[in-house]
């Protein structure tokens, strides 16, 4: 009869402490930058649908890479769009006024 080789068993004696602590700092991210786009949507729709909104409006867009007045002349899901046909990337956008 054939012998078969000996099975290795761990200590299993002592205290085993793979994951005491975990942290997911991208979740709490996340959320709070879905907020902000959640806020500044909201605000742009309003701006849309406001009774004076006909053709142009001007409003002041804070981004990472600027911090001036555009005119808006229409939306899309991603950007605005600016009357000198510069897209604006709503996900980009900090502060709208």
């Known amino acids: ?10 200590n299993i004696n002592k205290k085993i402490s793979h994951n005491d602590e975990v942290y997911y700092s991208y979740k709490d991210n996340y959320e709070e930058e879905n907020i902000n786009i959640n806020n500044i949507r909201n605000k742009i ?11 142009k409006k001007k409003i002041h867009i804070k981004t990472d890479n600027y911090d001036k007045d555009f005119i808006i002349i229409s939306r899309s899901i991603d950007y605005l769009l600016t009357i000198d046909g510069k897209r604006i990337k709503i996900n980009e956008i900090k502060e709208i006024k």
Do not use: A, R, V
């Not at 009869?1 to 761990?10: A, G, Q, S, T």
């Not at 729709?45 to 053709?55: H, Q």
């Open 45 to 55: 729709d309003e701006l849309f649908k406001s009774n004076d909104f006909i053709y």
């Open 1 to 10: 009869m054939n012998k078969l080789p000996k099975i290795f068993i761990n």
